[in-house]
T-cell receptor, first 111, second 114 residues
Framework: KNEVEQSPQNLTAQEGEFITINCSYS?????LHWLQQHPGGGIVSLFM?????KKHGRLIATINIQEKHSSLHITASHPRDSAVYIC????WGGGADGLTFGKGTHLIIQP | DAGITQSPRHKVTETGTPVTLRCHQT?????MYWYRQDPGHGLRLIHY???????DKGEVSDGYSVSRSKTEDFLLTLESATSSQTSVYFC?????????????FGDGTRLSIL
């Protein structure tokens, strides 16, 4: 069973700051997912990656397969980025048998 | 947004009663999943389906059963609800392929067992 750990659990920052959320896992994977969940809201997939780096707007996700580690970065953070960010991994079945999740990072961006 | 509808969105019921949650998709995706989300545990897989009538257990399947008689519908049943099954339940779907695409989630069902 893959163990997925996220850090920090909680993060409060000021608007404009550069944010980094980390994720590590214990067993090799086929892909890593970053998800976003707003308070009381649904879950949105931000990134799915198996190597290297992906960028979407102010969000950047990187993964180091050898070190079993991924980071999610937010540049020029904004209060609307306040949400829970969840890391999840797909096993060697490609995710057909579901995802294994970290417990999430609760991010608050203060104006 | 992916077409996923969960029903009901909220439900309060009593211990020992049967409960069925429905997930309906309009994307014709092969794979469907039921997760529960609890404070301190995050999201955990209950059951999943890889096709019509093809289902399998996840990490926390005890006390739950599922059925998938059509591609678009995946039902989760609590035969005799217990207070430990109070949770927020999410359905998710994913398309098929050698490496599956991202999972798309429904809006969740908040279930309270009194």
């Amino acid at each position: 069973k893959n163990e997925v750990e996220q850090s920090p659990q909680n993060l409060t920052a000021q608007e404009g700051e550069f944010i980094t959320i980390n994720c590590s896992y214990s067993v090799g994977i086929s892909a890593l997912h970053w998800l976003q969940q707003h308070p009381g809201g649904g879950i949105v997939s931000l990134f799915m990656l198996s190597s290297g780096k992906k960028k979407h707007g102010r969000l950047i996700a990187t993964i180091n397969i050898q070190e079993k580690h991924s980071s999610l970065h937010i540049t020029a953070s904004h209060p609307r980025d306040s949400a829970v960010y969840i890391c999840a991994v797909s096993g060697w079945g490609g995710g057909a048998d579901g995802l294994t999740f970290g417990k999430g990072t609760h991010l608050i961006i203060q104006p | 947004d992916a077409g996923i509808t969960q029903s009901p969105r909220h439900k309060v019921t009593e211990t020992g009663t049967p409960v069925t949650l429905r997930c309906h998709q309009t994307e014709n995706h092969r794979y469907m999943y039921w997760y529960r989300q609890d404070p301190g545990h995050g999201l955990r897989l209950i059951h999943y389906s890889y096709g019509v009538k093809d289902t399998d257990k996840g990490e926390v399947s005890d006390g739950y059963s599922v059925s998938r008689s059509k591609t678009e519908d995946f039902l989760l049943t609590l035969e005799s609800a217990t207070s430990s099954q109070t949770s927020v339940y999410f359905c998710a779907i994913s398309d098929s392929g050698r490496v599956l695409g991202p999972q798309h989630f429904g809006d969740g069902t908040r279930l309270s067992i009194l």
